[in-house]
């Protein structure tokens, strides 16, 4: 079956370094989104990506959407205390079909 | 609007017991999704449901059942409760089977 694998499981940065999570897909997707939960809450969307490279930016945050449709990364810049949480991607094999979420990447910021 | 509601928050069981984990929304969303979640495996799909009187199976299904008899309420129900299924339940709701909105949870032990 489909499978979604995430890394790195951990990442602990000083505050102000660079962060980078990857997100690959056994299978081609129709889009991938990303959700970040903050510790003891729920996850909450951050964004979808539906074209083949396909990029976005929010603030600080950049996602991108490989060629193949297999693959995504979210880059935070200079992270904040804020950004601490667990970041998932969760990709759609066909629209309509079943949501697989990755393992997630707990980002721990140190002041 | 409360969004996706779920209760209890809180719940012990123990082994063999059964008991139904509510969840409610009030979006009119079609789509409603169960997830667990443990330490290191990310989110799993249990059961979902694309419209009331519809329902699915997830990844890890044995041992819940879901009925959707409403649009907005979408029980699980744990048949016979077994130390495995120590974990935090998820509820989601979606109006397109794409961004997924979470309730707060339900955090379970069973002993």
């Known amino acids: 079956g489909q499978q979604v694998m995430q890394i790195p499981q951990y990442q602990h940065v000083q505050e102000g370094e660079d962060f980078t999570t990857y997100c690959n897909s056994s299978t081609t997707l129709s889009n991938i989104q990303w959700y970040k939960q903050r510790p003891g809450g729920h996850p909450v969307f951050l964004i979808q990506l539906v074209k083949s490279g396909e990029v976005k930016k929010q603030k600080r945050l950049t996602f991108q959407f490989g060629e193949a449709k297999k693959n995504s990364s979210l880059h935070i810049t200079a992270t904040q205390t804020t950004d601490v949480g667990t970041y998932f991607c969760a990709g759609q094999s066909n629209q309509g079909g079943k949501l697989i979420f990755g393992q997630g990447t707990e980002l721990s910021v140190k002041p | 609007n409360a969004g996706v509601t779920q209760t209890p928050k809180f719940q012990v069981l123990k082994t063999g017991q059964s008991m139904t984990l509510q969840c409610a929304q009030d979006?009119?969303?079609?789509?409603m999704s169960w997830y667990r979640q443990d330490p290191g495996m990310g989110l799993r799909l249990i059961h979902y449901?694309?419209?009331?009187?519809?329902?699915d199976q997830g990844e890890v299904p044995n041992g819940y059942n879901v009925s959707r008899s409403t649009t907005e309420d979408f029980p699980l129900r744990l048949l016979s409760a077994a130390p495995s299924q120590t974990s935090v339940y998820f509820c989601?709701?979606?109006?397109?089977?794409?961004?997924?909105?979470f309730g707060p949870g339900t955090r379970l032990t069973v002993l």
């Open positions: 989601a709701s979606s109006p397109r089977a794409d961004t997924q909105y």
């Open positions: 449901s694309v419209g009331a009187g519809i329902t």
């Open positions: 979006m009119n969303h079609e789509y």
